[in-house]
């Protein structure tokens, strides 16, 4: 069952491509030279002037949203031919509205697009990586659920001895199962997400827009030919690790989580030294943020203009201070929150893990 499970892509991957290999054999080999001679007399089609066509495709490529009209089959047998396209266009919009949750559900995954085509190697890329999400999770909940049996029960040997508790039935199951649905999640949304934005950031370039994507003034011709290289493989990889490091970080919560509902004394005794700081720490967070909202900005037209320089002067000389003491909090928080989002967003080559300045030394964002 978990062999059939696990392959299931495959399977339907090798039948697709059996049954496309079998068709373009048939219709390039059987059909195309059998049309040819059965249709020496018919006269050709008259295709219609090129410049037509261009205009078409540029009109509907550089198009923006416009409102949505009710278009009536009245009204488009009345309508010249020249303006066809743009009733076509409000036809298209009209049933953008009038489409169903399910429809809306997928399209804020991701959204088809007549004037974009992503390239093969592109398509082939986020597909492995697609089928490669599915297999991991298959393989470490096969893996972790029949082959940790000795390392679960060495742990619960160790918790017992060493804090004089009795467990009763321990087990990581849920746990285990928990972590690799989070794990799917995350990084699913993350390659959606990245098709997205690899969509968007095409685009852009084509329009000549360097917002999101570093100018190509930054890099060296030969180093972006180099660098393109490794795309494929670096997505792919990425994933991989990014999904194991992942994973054991959600299973590491999960089993902290777990030995703290235990109630465990010297648990409890670390807790009572922690939660205190962190307690401060947020309430001197939210103690300055409300400070800086309704006691010295004042409300004009969005712009920042201070009521009172003396006593934000004041709350400087004391902000110093408690920064000081509570820094070591602040470390911490910050080393946990990049570590997190560098975890999460390991799949993602749009996104780099260093600022703009540096960039550029992140390879995969290079690629």
Known sequence: VYGLIKNIPHFFLLSYLTAELCIRCIYDSIYIPFKKKTSIWISPIVQSDESEFAKYYVTKLFRRNTQSIP?????????????????????????????????????????????????????????????????????????????????????????????????????????????????????GCQLFIGMQNYKRHKLQLYRGIYVDVPSIINFKPSSIASNSVHYSGFLVGYLAWGFVICFHLILLITIAIKIVWLQIRHIEIILTIVVPVLVIYFLKMLSMRSAGKFLFIQQLDDKLN????????????????????????????????????????????DWSFLGRPLEKFDLGFAA
Do not use: W
Not at 121 to 138: E, G, K, N
Not at 149 to 163: A, N, P, Q, R, V
Not at 325 to 344: D, E, H, P, Q, Y
């Open 71 to 187: 278009i009536t089959s009245c009204q488009i047998l009345n309508t010249n031919p020249d303006n066809l396209d743009d009733h076509v266009h409000e036809a298209d919009l009209q049933n953008k509205m009038n489409q169903s949750r399910v429809k809306k559900f997928f399209d804020s995954i991701y959204q088809s697009d007549d004037d974009f085509r992503f390239t093969t190697i592109a398509t082939c890329t986020y597909t492995v990586a697609i089928v490669f999400l599915y297999y991991l999770a298959c393989t470490f909940v096969f893996l972790y659920l029949s082959r940790t049996t000795g390392h679960i029960s060495y742990l619960k040997f160790y918790i017992e001895t060493t804090f004089d508790i009795d467990l009763g039935v321990f087990s990581l199951n849920l746990e285990i199962i928990v972590s690799v649905i989070f794990t799917v999640i995350i990084y």
């Open 306 to 349: 201070l009521k009172s320089r003396k006593t934000y002067a004041l709350f400087i000389y004391f902000s110093f201070f408690a920064d000081c003491f509570l820094g070591i909090a602040s470390c911490i928080i910050r080393l946990i929150k990049a570590t997190f989002l560098n975890v999460v967003f390991m799949a993602r080559l």
